[in-house]
Nanobody
Framework: QVQLVESGGGLVQAGGSLRLSCAAS????????MGWFRQAPGKEREFVAA????????VYADSVKGRITISRDNTKNTVYLQMISLKPEDTAVYYC???????????????WGQGTQVTVSS
């Protein structure tokens, strides 16, 4: 079992930056890929970014490349999502996720956090 708790969401102006955090707990965390999804109002949840917990291998959705960076601090069991040059269309609930493989983490993660709201004003 893996527990995920997101934090760091909020209201930011367009062009601003925000860093989301995801505190993970549970057994064998090093075997999981970690990632982020987002769901905008009226839209389906979409993959944003993911990384391999121990190796630092990363993968990004094309829509966020260059503006979003995923990273982790293994000493704190925490995954981060650094977002810059935010746009109103980045407004969404952002969810932390954990999955047993790169395919799983980018499509149907095994575990989800509760989500944190990010609102970008124009």
């Amino acid at each position: 079992q893996v527990q995920l708790v997101e934090s760091g969401g909020g209201l930011v102006q367009a062009g601003g930056s925000l860093r989301l955090s995801c505190a993970a707990s549970g057994r064998t965390l090093s075997t999981y890929y970690m990632g982020w999804f987002r769901q905008a109002p009226g839209k389906e949840r979409e993959f944003v970014a993911a990384l391999n917990w121990s190796g630092g291998r990363t993968v990004y959705a094309d829509s966020v490349k260059g503006r979003i960076t995923i990273s982790r601090d293994n000493t704190k069991n925490t995954v981060y999502l650094q977002m810059i040059s935010l746009k109103p269309e980045d407004t969404a609930v952002y969810y932390c996720a954990a999955g047993v493989s790169q395919v799983i983490i980018t499509t149907t993660p095994n575990y989800w956090g509760q989500g944190t709201q990010v609102t970008v004003s124009s």
